[in-house]
Every structure is written in C-alpha cells, then in structure tokens.
C-alpha cells in the first residue's frame, strides 16, 4: 500500500488549497483515509476522514465547515479541500488509510493515528501573510 500527498503551499490567511491523497497497492473497496495535520512542536491530530465502505466522514471541530472531504469516483484518491485557512492551519498535512474497520463514524477511530497502518509522507501547508 502507497499513498502519495500532494498540494501543499504557502497561502495568505483566508486562502485556500486543495490537497490529494493518491492511493495504490490494493484493490479493495472498503477503506477510510484519514487526514491528520502536525504544527511544529505538537502531537499529530485527526482533522478529517472519508471512508469509501460507507461514504461516512468526519471532521474536526477545528475544521467544521472550512474543511471539506471528499473522493474521486474512479481511483482511490482522496482530496481535502481547504478553505477559509487561518495561520493557526499551518502545519505537515499527512493521508493515512486504515482497512481494519473502515468506517469514518466513530471518532476515536477516525481520527486516532493509532488506528491508522498506512501513511503518505505528508505536504506542508503554511498559512502566513
């Protein structure tokens, strides 16, 4: 299993960018790619999860309607599309996708890295003026 980020900037406060996150190397149809974002000095965090099992999604409270999820129909690539950016969003942006209980419902799993056994080598999102 690969995964390949992609999108990263440098955007001014209020901009927006729209990362990807390519996937290859399986073929099933039940996974949940999670994103996580980790600022200089802190603990990575769950910010977003789309699950192609059932479709469902999460997004941190962080994140609620500037941030939004979603997948390509053909190929297993997963974009968060990133709005309203604020300095405070800066930070390394990682894909993860976990395929033991692909499901984005439950926010202990969605958004624990734990939970997640793959991962891209994340793109940097710099939010400054």
């Known amino acids: 299993v690969q995964l390949q980020a992609s999108g990263g900037g440098k955007v001014q406060p209020g901009g927006r960018l729209r990362l990807s996150c390519a996937g290859s190397?399986?073929?099933?149809?039940?996974?949940?790619i999670g994103w996580f974002r980790q600022a200089p000095g802190m603990e990575r965090q769950g910010i977003s999860c789309?699950?192609?099992?059932?479709?469902?999604?999460y997004y941190d409270d962080d994140v609620k309607g500037r941030f939004t999820v979603s997948k390509d129909s053909a190929s297993n690539t997963v974009h968060l599309q990133l709005t309203s950016l604020r300095p405070e969003d800066t930070g390394v942006y990682y894909c993860?996708?976990?395929?033991?209980?692909?499901?984005?419902?439950?926010?202990?799993?969605?958004?624990?890295?734990?939970?997640?056994?793959?991962w891209g080598q994340g793109t940097l999102v710099t939010v400054s003026s």
């Open positions: 789309f699950a192609s099992t059932d479709d469902s999604m």
């Open positions: 993860a996708a976990q395929f033991s209980l692909p499901t984005c419902m439950f926010p202990e799993v969605a958004a624990t890295p734990s939970r997640y056994k793959f």
């Open positions: 190397g399986f073929t099933s149809d039940n996974y949940a």
